[in-house]
T-cell receptor, first 114, second 110 residues
């Protein structure tokens, strides 16, 4: 049981390049999330998906797009990377609120945009 | 802006002492959760308390929730050096929106 798997773990991009961060979970969770973590800012929600086929903006969606490919996979795309997007990105998934489930996190992607 | 705000931002104590962290939030919640993060790694769930509960215990952890004040506290009793980490509160609102605060950095010295 792998939980939440994120790839890649590290990435360096040049300004203007694009890339997609991949996330997959094997817990049959409906809800999936993308966060970014910057020093002193905690985790800020970029986008989330409450169920397959739906996505919603979080607190800091500008410069990002997401795709909920199926129930397992939720990808985050940077179309034209900027230095301000240098951060650590975390993917998470969570079961139904009614079942008192917690969120499970991937190990993170450390992205540097130069 | 972020839903939750932890207080204090940093806390330094000696082994054996208790550590108390507080969290305030802005809107009605389904539940509130506390997480721990070691040095930039992924977050690990500690405890969940639902909006209709006032107190939960798990091992050395005690969480309280006051929905009238929109606040929660996490108490870690008899702290150990291994408890050194960042601690975050997270709220679930609406169907499944999960948002985090900025965290409290806890340093437990031997």
């Amino acid at each position: 049981n792998a939980g939440v798997t994120q790839t890649p773990k590290f990435q360096v991009l040049k300004t203007g390049q694009s890339m997609t961060l991949q996330c997959a979970q094997d817990m049959n969770h409906n809800s999936m999330y993308w966060y970014r973590q910057d020093p002193g800012m905690g985790l800020r929600l970029i986008y989330y998906s409450a169920s397959e086929g739906t996505t919603d903006k979080g607190e800091v969606p500008n410069g990002y797009n997401v795709s909920r490919l199926n129930k397992r996979e939720f990808s985050l795309r940077l179309e034209s990377a900027a230095p301000s997007q240098t951060s650590v990105y975390f993917c998470a998934s969570m079961g139904p609120t009614s079942e008192r489930t917690e969120a499970f996190f991937g190990q993170g992607t450390r992205l540097t945009v130069v | 802006s972020q839903q939750g705000e932890e207080d204090p931002q940093a806390l330094s104590i000696q082994e054996g002492e208790n550590a108390t962290m507080n969290c305030s939030y802005k809107t009605s919640i389904n539940n509130l959760q506390w997480y721990r993060q070691n040095s930039g790694r992924g977050l690990v769930h500690l405890i969940l308390i639902r909006s209709n509960e006032r107190e939960k215990h798990s091992g050395r952890l005690r969480v309280t929730l006051d929905t009238s004040k929109k606040s929660s506290s996490l108490l870690i009793t008899a702290s150990r050096a291994a408890d050194t980490a960042s601690y975050f509160c997270a709220t679930v609102t609406g169907y499944s929106t999960l948002t985090f605060g900025k965290g409290t950095m806890l340093l437990v010295s031997p």
